[in-house]
């Protein structure tokens, strides 16, 4: 894999970039390419940034090898929509999440748990900081869970796919029960809309699932399959806002590789689909008058939670369905904007460059900061 990611990044190197995220416990590169048809380097204004993850746990092997695909795919096809696409986002791909793990796991193992977890035995998929802070299994932090966080916190990600092996499922926020038995996120329509669409490009691969065994080709919120705390896909979309889910897409968690190329096959118009996603609903800049960023400002669709955060840009992005909504500006807390939006049914996102003046937010300044958390219901 580590050959495999210098060679192709060597060959392109105007459309993609070696980045290493981190380390594992065992020493070994957490290794993420950034693609784009230009500048793949750097962030570029308004230009969405999206993620896919792969082989969190060790031993879940399809979404490592059909990531390295789409890797090859992405800078070799002269495909108009993959063009269009390369030309419209940076696009990351990490294949491996857990290296340690992977190296510890056998082909052909459908179904055990070795090489599942890190090297100190750590199970990523519980391991990050639960947004109400409920204590998680481990009472140590895994180093792989640090990179990540790190990496969320550095990059504006809008979109992201987090890959796993062992059903044929899309798993979807929230994955535990934040307020009673209530495990349906503000933005269920959107999740259960990009979710169906995904399964239904993938529908061939249940022939590789025992139908009475097996959790096959539905989409579900994580909580109501199995309840779990520190998850990453909560952590990303409560923390900042980013559409998150987790593609169960092999009943085996690690195929024969005979399996492989049919698994890519299967998946590869699902995931180009899914990287378009990021294109749909609203993205702009928010200003005053001096074309300067206005700090600790936040985005509420309607009264949508999470509200995404701009950026110190002044930047944000927000997927959305076609409709009708109210677009909110919050300032430390502080309701400063509001306009009606309407969204079309496009993969050409409405783009917005709002100007507020300073005499609407000014007298916030010396107010208590008090951020809108995705579970607050009182609204100033």
Not at 173 to 189: E, F, I, L
Not at 191 to 201: A, C, F, V
Not at 244 to 261: D, F, G, R
């Amino acid at each position: 894999m580590t050959d495999f990611l210098h060679d192709i990044t060597s060959r392109y190197p105007s459309k993609a970039i070696l980045y290493e995220v981190g380390k594992s416990q065992g020493g070994r590169s957490l290794w993420a390419v950034a693609l784009s048809s230009y500048s793949p380097n750097k962030h570029i204004l308004l230009r969405p940034e999206v993620k896919y993850i792969g082989n969190m746990h060790g031993n879940e092997a399809v979404g490592l090898q059909v990531l390295l695909y789409l890797i090859e795919y992405l800078l070799t096809s002269n495909d108009n929509k993959i063009i269009e696409l390369m030309n419209n986002a940076r696009i990351w791909i990490m294949p491996s999440m857990n290296p340690d793990g992977f190296e510890l796991s056998q082909q052909g193992d459908c179904g055990s748990t070795g090489g599942r977890n890190t090297l100190n035995n750590i199970d990523l998929n519980r391991n990050f900081p639960d947004y109400l802070g409920v204590p998680f299994p481990s009472l140590n932090r895994a180093v792989e869970t640090s990179a990540i966080i790190s990496w969320l916190h550095a990059v504006p990600f809008v979109l992201s796919a987090n890959y796993h092996g062992g059903a044929f499922i899309i798993n979807i926020p929230y994955d535990r029960y934040y307020a009673g038995k209530v495990s349906t996120s503000s933005d269920d329509d959107i999740y259960q809309m990009i979710g169906r669409s995904y399964i239904s490009r993938i529908s061939q691969t249940n022939k590789y699932c025992d139908s009475k065994t097996d959790e096959i080709g539905t989409v579900i919120r994580g909580a109501d399959w199995y309840e779990i705390v520190g998850s990453m896909q909560d952590y990303g979309y409560l923390n900042y806002g980013t559409i998150e889910m987790t593609m169960e897409i092999s009943c085996c968690k690690y195929p024969h590789e005979n399996l492989l190329t049919s698994y890519w096959n299967y998946n590869r118009d699902a995931m180009i689909e899914l990287l378009f996603q990021a294109q749909r609903g609203v993205k702009g800049l928010i200003r005053n008058e001096f074309h300067q960023s206005i700090p600790l400002t936040q985005v509420m669709i309607d009264n949508r939670r999470p509200v995404v955060n701009v950026t110190p840009l002044g930047e944000f992005w927000r997927i959305l369905l076609p409709g009708v909504y109210t677009l909110k500006v919050f300032y430390r807390g502080y309701e400063i904007y509001r306009q009606q939006i309407v969204i079309n049914d496009s993969y050409s996102p409405l783009n917005l460059n709002i100007v507020i003046p300073q005499l609407a937010y000014i007298h916030y300044i010396n107010r208590p900061i008090q951020l809108l958390s995705p579970f607050m219901t009182n609204i100033v």
